[in-house]
């Protein structure tokens, strides 16, 4: 089965869970930036209500072609309880009959709330959800520095 893991950082923490878990399963590794950069204050302030919202960020061209792939996992931060705005970009990158596993990484706390609305949101691009982690990264969102 080839797998590729997809993610977005903010601060660094989501790109070492994503090295770890592309490592793990022999998979290739893909970034996904947003197109505009964000502050700091940017990421809590605009960018957690954005994420609570499920709205969707204009993301960087992306050079890779996801059809190739059988299993998809996707990575990205947890902001306000739900995954950060590129998330949702992320999924308009899914091909139709993917399988998908989900890792949300948080330094405050889980993202479980938001968890069945993620699973609708990757299930209507013709998907299946194998499973939705969440991560807890052990750094402080406070602590974290732009990428």
């Known amino acids: 089965m080839k797998s590729a893991v997809v993610y977005y950082t903010f601060g660094g923490s989501t790109e070492k869970e994503a090295a770890r878990i592309s490592a793990g399963l022999g998979a290739d ?3 996904v930036r947003e197109a505009k950069k964000r502050s700091l204050l940017g990421a809590f ?12 960020v204009e993301i960087a ?11 998809i996992c996707l990575c990205c931060p947890v902001w306000a309880a739900y995954p950060a705005p590129a998330f949702n970009a992320m999924l ?16 405050g706390g889980a993202a479980r709330k938001s968890d069945a609305q993620t699973r ?6 013709g998907c299946t959800v194998i499973a939705i982690h969440s991560i807890a ?5 406070g ?5």
């Open 29 to 31: 590794r893909f970034f």
């Open 45 to 56: 302030i605009p960018g957690g209500l954005q994420a609570m919202m499920r709205k969707t």
């Open 61 to 71: 061209p992306v050079k890779f072609d996801l059809s190739a792939y059988d299993r």
């Open 92 to 107: 308009a990158l899914l091909p139709t009959g993917k399988e998908v596993e989900v890792f949300l990484c948080s330094g």
């Open 120 to 125: 609708r949101l990757i299930e209507a691009r």
């Open 137 to 141: 990264t052990g750094t402080a969102p």
């Open 143 to 147: 602590k974290q520095k732009e990428a």
